[in-house]
């Protein structure tokens, strides 16, 4: 059955949305790592974002066979360009919370020890794949942005596979990301760039909310507050003892 086309209201209202969280990554991205990691990084997510998604709407590759409707807009091949622009937004939301969580600090400057690279990277998936728990069921069963050909799986009628894709291309991208392009120096905590710090951790927060509010099924609801809350508390006591050096708290 073909889902109702969309209106043109709600994809540009999704468009807009999608434009402005890749907007604010970048701007954040620009101020605690330099031009160059923050371009180096988009250039990473873009392409390799837009690939991963290409080869599982036509050939069921890393996330299940599926397909996209017009929801999301136009289209480069068979992937919305907004999902890369997303690509990028989230590979930068899981590496800073990363930072946050292992490191105390948002950026893991060059060079770093292999391990941390690892550590930080599988973090970072972790954290992106944790946003994706609530969202992938409300943009499929909610937005029918796109349609699942095996509407079975082992969560809320999605596959699991999905959640493994996620974490291998989201590895891959913030791994490469710290190998060719993580940032020379730690940003001084004041200033513009404490509210860059901050701002992952508000995005991240606002996503967790709206997952609380509207997240379909309702008990992905439950998940987000687990799955999300955790590391936005951690987080945020990690940012202000980062930002606030004499405090001694």
């Known amino acids: ?4 086309a969309p209106s043109a209201a709600q994809t540009a209202l999704l468009i807009g949305a999608c434009v402005l969280l890749f907007a604010s990554c970048l701007a954040s991205a620009w101020v605690l790592a330099g031009r ?5 990084l988009a250039a990473l997510a873009l392409p390799l974002g837009w690939f991963a998604e290409e080869m599982g709407s036509t050939r069921g590759w890393f996330f299940g066979r599926y397909h996209y409707t017009s929801v999301l807009g136009p289209e480069i091949g068979h992937v919305p360009v907004v999902i890369a622009l997303m690509w990028f937004a989230l590979c930068w939301l899981g590496y800073t919370l990363a930072c946050l969580l292992l490191w105390r600090r948002p950026v893991l400057p060059a060079p770093a020890p292999l391990g941390a690279r690892l550590l930080t990277a599988w973090l970072a998936a972790m954290v992106i794949t944790a946003f994706d728990l609530g969202a992938d069921p409300y943009f499929v069963f909610v937005l029918k942005a796109w349609i699942m050909e095996k509407t079975d799986g082992g969560w809320f009628g999605e596959t699991l596979q999905g959640f493994v894709g996620w974490m291998a291309v989201s590895f891959a991208i913030v791994l490469l990301y710290q190998r060719l392009f993580a ?3 730690q940003p001084a905590p004041h200033g513009r760039a404490r509210l860059a710090a901050l701002a992952p951790i508000g995005i991240y927060a606002s996503g967790l909310v709206f997952q609380m509010l509207f997240g379909h099924p309702v008990e992905t609801r ?3 507050f687990f799955a999300m809350g955790l590391p936005i508390v951690v987080a945020t006591t990690a940012w202000w003892q980062w930002a606030h050096p004499r405090s001694g708290t």
């Open 36 to 40: 160059r990691s923050a371009l180096g």
């Open 183 to 185: 940032p020379r120096e």
């Open 222 to 224: 439950a998940v987000a």
């Open 1 to 4: 059955m073909t889902p109702p």
